[in-house]
């Protein structure tokens, strides 16, 4: 999808809210499988987006986070608040990703199922140079034109 390298947003196009700046793309065979454990909580403004899954456990997890599953075009299929250590979240069919985000994201962005997020990277844009402007008339070379003897 976007690759295993860099981070991306999640933002909230229906609700114009951001869930998260700093999200990592889980889409490798050890990454899916890793997702967070090890870690002993999520920075603010972080995540993991599993790629593809439509279903977790927390097996191993040492803190509670907040899980949104997505479609295929980003429509939100299920959302589950403080999911909890040693638990599993069974399969959602309409789902094709998971995001893993900080404990209460869900309710300070106000997101539900049917909102359609938008998950992109971050790329610094470039500014448009201005363009010279060209003369349309040919110039011969060796030519005087313009110059004053």
């Known amino acids: 999808m976007f690759g295993s390298s860099g981070q991306v947003f999640v933002y909230n196009k229906t609700k114009e809210t951001f869930l998260a700046f700093r999200v990592n793309i889980a889409d490798s065979v050890a990454g899916r499988l890793i997702g967070l ?31 949104v599953m997505i479609d295929k075009n980003f429509n939100v299929v299920s959302v589950k608040e403080l ?38 990277r971050y790329e610094a844009k470039k500014i448009p140079q201005p ?17 004053q003897v």
């Open 37 to 67: 454990l090890g870690q002993r909580s999520l920075k603010p403004d972080s995540g993991v987006w599993i790629v593809p899954a439509n279903a977790i456990h927390t097996i191993g997890m040492m803190f509670s986070f907040d899980v």
């Open 83 to 120: 999911v909890k250590p040693f638990r599993i979240i069974l399969p959602k069919l309409r789902a094709e990703s998971v995001i893993e985000l900080p404990a209460h994201t869900i309710f300070r962005s106000r997101t539900e199922v049917g909102d359609e997020l938008v998950i992109d």
């Open 131 to 147: 363009v010279a402007a060209a003369s349309t008339e040919p110039v011969a070379s060796g030519s005087r034109q313009g110059v």
